[in-house]
């Protein structure tokens, strides 16, 4: 009979934990920050905390007979990222249009792949201001038209997907500012278990999506970069 009442109390404490929210909260102020939370546990996600390097010990000097030299030492080997340092290359989001394309990104993923998943998300809060400037007032102007257009329809799709609760989006232009700038602060919770049934599939599929589009935008960037390599002219006799 205790056999019984041990494993109902293992099942209802496996209930309570399955129940219990998971929260993350998501700010930007010129980078992305994540922050994740599980009843008493917080652990910062997005910047990783850069690891404090190791004090090398100095070797000590041996005394040589002249004969031959010193072997000198190798350079030790870069390290790749790992970790947490794997999730920034992963989650390359530079700048206020990494913002944008994050919040592009989040959007297309809560409207196809991860839909039921985002109907189990409740959005506490979410507020964005986006602040818009340019190099003078006919391109702030349209830049302003541009991200009216681009960022209202994909907050509305992610916050239509879920249960939102308080939000608010602000866009204006600013003719005397030389650059836009956006500040963004949310706060979402849900439940692990909704997490767990929907989320794998859902995450899979997203990192699938962030690593596509950082793929198109490198060929970009390398694509717009001048060659400097000279080129090699002939030329021919009449």
């Known amino acids: ?3 019984w009442y041990i494993a109902g109390g293992i099942l209802l404490l496996l ?3 399955l129940a219990s929210p998971l929260w993350a909260e998501v700010s930007f102020r010129e980078e992305l920050r994540l922050r ?4 008493f ?3 910062q996600v997005l910047p990783p905390k850069e690891e404090k390097p190791e004090k090398k010990k100095k070797p000590r000097k041996k005394k040589t007979s002249g004969k031959k030299p010193p072997v000198p030492a190798q350079k030790p080997e870069e390290k790749k990222p790992g970790g947490l340092a794997l999730l920034k290359e992963i989650f390359h989001y530079e700048g206020v249009p990494g913002l944008f394309a994050f919040l592009k990104d989040l959007a297309g993923i809560a409207a196809g792949t991860a839909k039921k998943l985002f109907a189990h998300l409740t959005v506490k809060k979410f507020d964005l201001l986006v602040v818009v400037g340019g190099e003078d007032a006919a391109e702030t102007a349209l830049q302003y038209g541009k991200l009216c257009g681009a960022v209202y329809p994909a907050v509305s799709t992610l ?4 249960k939102c609760r308080r939000y608010g989006v602000t866009i204006v232009p600013d003719f005397d500012a030389r650059e836009t700038q956006a500040v963004l602060s949310a706060r ?3 439940r692990v278990i909704f997490l767990l049934w929907y989320g794998i599939g859902a995450l899979w599929a997203f990192v699938r999506r962030l690593v596509r589009e950082n793929t198109q ?3 970009a960037r390398e694509a717009s970069t001048p060659s400097h390599e000279p080129v090699n002219s002939t ?3 009449g």
Do not use: P
């Open 36 to 39: 994740l939370g599980w009843l």
């Open 235 to 237: 030329k021919t006799g």
């Open 41 to 43: 546990l917080s652990f």
């Open 217 to 219: 935008l490198q060929q």
């Open 15 to 17: 209930a309570a934990l």
């Open 159 to 162: 916050l239509s997907a879920c």
């Open 188 to 190: 979402v919770k849900i």
């Open 1 to 3: 009979m205790t056999g």
